[in-house]
Nanobody
Framework: QVRLIESGGGLVQPGASLRLSCTAS????????LAWFRQGLGGEREFVVG????????AVSDSVKGRFTMTGDSDANTVFLQMDGLKPEDTAVYFC?????????????????WGQGTQVIVSS
């Protein structure tokens, strides 16, 4: 069973950058499709960015396109979410998640393993 741990959240001002990390243990990311989701206070869990198991397909939410980028370090079994130009509406708990299927998935219900989340607050 893969275990995911996120880190890197915090309180930043609008326009700042943050890099979130998600480290896997118990298995390697290469066996999974993966994504970052976020959930604002009282809101639903929202897809942010993700990729298929092969890496051949990826998607980015329109709300973060051009500002957020997902990268990875296979040696460290870690994926990153680079967030630039942060806005107050980006305030949320950010989760990484994986699933064992081949296809790119954008709905939370398709993901089988989740990290505990890391809080991002964007405020002046």
């Amino acid at each position: 069973q893969v275990r995911l741990i996120e880190s890197g959240g915090g309180l930043v001002q609008p326009g700042a950058s943050l890099r979130l990390s998600c480290t896997a243990s118990g298995d390697t990311f290469s066996r999974y499709g993966l994504a970052w989701f976020r959930q604002g206070l009282g809101g639903e869990r929202e897809f942010v960015v993700g990729m298929s198991r092969s890496g051949g397909n990826s998607a980015v939410s329109d709300s973060v396109k051009g500002r957020f980028t997902m990268t990875g370090d296979s040696d460290a079994n870690t994926v990153f979410l680079q967030m630039d130009g942060l806005k107050p509406e980006d305030t949320a708990v950010y989760f990484c998640a994986v699933h064992g299927g081949k296809l790119l998935q954008t709905t939370p219900d398709m993901y089988t393993s989740w990290g505990q989340g890391t809080q991002v607050i964007v405020s002046s």
